[in-house]
């Protein structure tokens, strides 16, 4: 079993970035990818950004990649989600997700959640 605890979000106001955090924990051994994906209230959840654990190797959603960045601290377990320049439409929960990554921006290539980080952008 893999843990994973996000961590960073809050209430910013329209512009402001935010830096979320998600620890891995248990068999991380079983990790080769990790996801970032939000939720808005009354929306599906979508993909945000990846990054394979074997050679950091990153992948985004097209319309992400302006303003949001992956990265992964290796000793610590930890991958990270840069954000930038937000705006109140960022508003969701996100999460992180680990496992296979087979397919990085699909939810079921990943066997593990988090409880995800709340975001709220006020402008």
């Known amino acids: 079993q893999v843990q994973l605890v996000e961590s960073g979000g809050g209430l910013v106001q329209a512009g402001a970035s935010l830096r979320l955090s998600c620890a891995a924990s248990?068999?991380?051994?079983?990790?080769?990818?990790t996801g970032w994906f939000r939720q808005a209230p009354g929306k599906e959840r979508e993909f945000i950004a990846a990054?394979?654990?074997?050679?950091?190797?990153?992948y985004y959603a097209d319309s992400r990649k302006e303003r949001f960045s992956i990265s992964r601290d290796n000793r610590k377990n930890t991958v990270y989600l840069q954000t930038s320049s937000l705006k109140p439409e960022d508003t969701a929960v996100y999460y992180c997700?680990?496992?296979?990554?087979?397919?990085?921006?699909?939810?079921?290539?990943?066997?593990?959640w988090g409880q995800g980080t709340q975001v709220t952008v006020s402008s």
């Open positions: 997700a680990a496992g296979p990554g087979t397919v990085p921006s699909r939810e079921n290539a990943y066997d593990f």
């Open positions: 990054i394979r654990w074997s050679d950091s190797s990153t």
């Open positions: 248990g068999r991380t051994s079983s990790i080769y990818a």
